[in-house]
């Protein structure tokens, strides 16, 4: 059996102490994936939602190798852009964020992000989107799914909300702790102490807390505020309106039966009010004792109201639920 001349043999004992080209680009890829985690968990060390232009987001985010999944948000918080609901949005995403980074379980294995439409234009016109703002998970593996984009305009925007959606895209489980709010119980001591300072006052005369009047106009004001939908709008956290990128126009009215606006419920309130103060009116206007041409003026004007704002209730109701077949007054 010849020997192999030396070159040769030098060459094999080369690639056997590297591995072979395979293994040295297995190696490259493991160091251009451990500088990428490195930088990513020493920005997230100083802020937890990671501001990134065009390039930090084709560099980390879109182009391989990586093993961690990136939240983003696309939005556009200039004060000239107008985006009141980009703000609001970036506040329930900086404590889904700052829950995650504070966390006993804060791992590398999921970073949040940001691109403003200011910093990275690019971004938005390769990902071609043209609305702000709009979560989309970039899984460690593959690339985003449909179910990778969040339902905003379905499940709003609340901090609570949005980890559930994480948890489903990434099956990590963030408990969301929110700074504490003080306004509650400064309220509620407001309350008492306004209540004290009135029985201190009026020790002798508590007639006040009998009267059906007060009683009833807060009953009323408490029904009108839960029956408009103000408990779904703080669980689910909603826009308070939609303006149209394209067009511009404002939608105060959700389309669909599933969600609403915070401007919608706003609406319903005065609606609801307005057929309330029509019948209390007609209420009065068949038990009083006043003269029968004041009991007259109540009655067309309860029935005014009644007709008007019910007429618009049922519009509201014809937009949000498709096909409904009955209408009053107005289409």
Same mark, same amino acid.
């Given at each position: ?5 030396? @070159?040769?043999?030098?060459?094999? *004992? ?18 251009? *994936?451990?500088? $990428? ?9 100083? /802020? ?15 182009? @391989? ?15 000239? /852009? ?19 980074? #504070? ?39 593959? $690339? ?19 980890? /559930? ?9 963030i408990r969301v702790i929110r700074p504490p709010n003080y306004a509650g119980p400064l309220m509620l001591g407001l309350l008492l102490a306004v209540i004290g300072g009135l029985v201190y006052l009026r020790g002798s005369n508590l007639d006040f807390l009998y009267n059906k ?23 689910? +956290?909603?826009? #308070? ?32 009010? +307005?057929?309330? *103060? ?41 937009? $949000? #639920?498709?096909? #409904? ?7």
């Amino acid at each position: 059996m010849a020997a192999l001349p030396l @070159p040769v043999l030098l060459l094999l *004992l080369l690639l056997a102490a590297w591995g072979g080209p395979g293994a040295a680009g297995q190696k490259r890829k493991e160091m251009v *994936l451990s500088e $990428k985690v490195s930088q990513l968990m020493e920005w997230a060390s100083k /802020r937890s939602v990671i501001r990134m232009n065009g390039d930090k987001f084709r560099r980390l985010v879109k182009a @391989p190798p990586r093993n961690y999944s990136v939240i983003v948000m696309f939005t556009a918080l200039q004060p000239h /852009r107008q985006c009141v609901v980009c703000k609001q949005a970036d506040e329930e995403y900086q404590i889904l964020a700052n829950s995650w980074r #504070y966390s006993s379980s804060f791992t590398n294995k999921i970073f949040f992000a940001m691109v403003d439409f200011d910093e990275g234009s690019d971004v938005f016109q390769m990902l071609n989107m043209n609305s702000a703002p709009t979560f989309i998970n970039f899984p460690a593996k593959g $690339k985003p799914k449909r179910g990778d984009t969040y339902e905003l305009q379905v499940r709003g925007f609340a901090a609570e909300q949005l980890a /559930r959606w994480v948890a489903d895209r990434t099956d990590v489980n963030i408990r969301v702790i929110r700074p504490p709010n003080y306004a509650g119980p400064l309220m509620l001591g407001l309350l008492l102490a306004v209540i004290g300072g009135l029985v201190y006052l009026r020790g002798s005369n508590l007639d006040f807390l009998y009267n059906k009047t007060g009683w009833a106009f807060a009953a009323l004001c408490f029904v009108l505020a839960m029956t408009s939908g103000q408990m779904w709008n703080h669980i689910r +956290g909603p826009p #308070y309106a939609h303006k149209n990128p394209h067009t511009g126009q404002v939608n105060y009215i959700h389309g669909s039966s599933q969600a609403q606006f915070v401007a919608e419920t706003h609406i319903v309130l005065l609606f609801n009010g +307005g057929v309330t *103060l029509g019948m209390v009116l007609l209420h009065e206007a068949a038990t009083s004792d006043m003269d029968v041409g004041k009991r007259k003026i109540m009655c067309i004007a309860g029935i005014g109201l009644v007709v008007l704002f019910f007429s618009w209730l049922l519009s509201v109701f014809r937009s $949000k #639920y498709h096909g #409904y077949p009955y209408s009053f007054l107005m289409s």
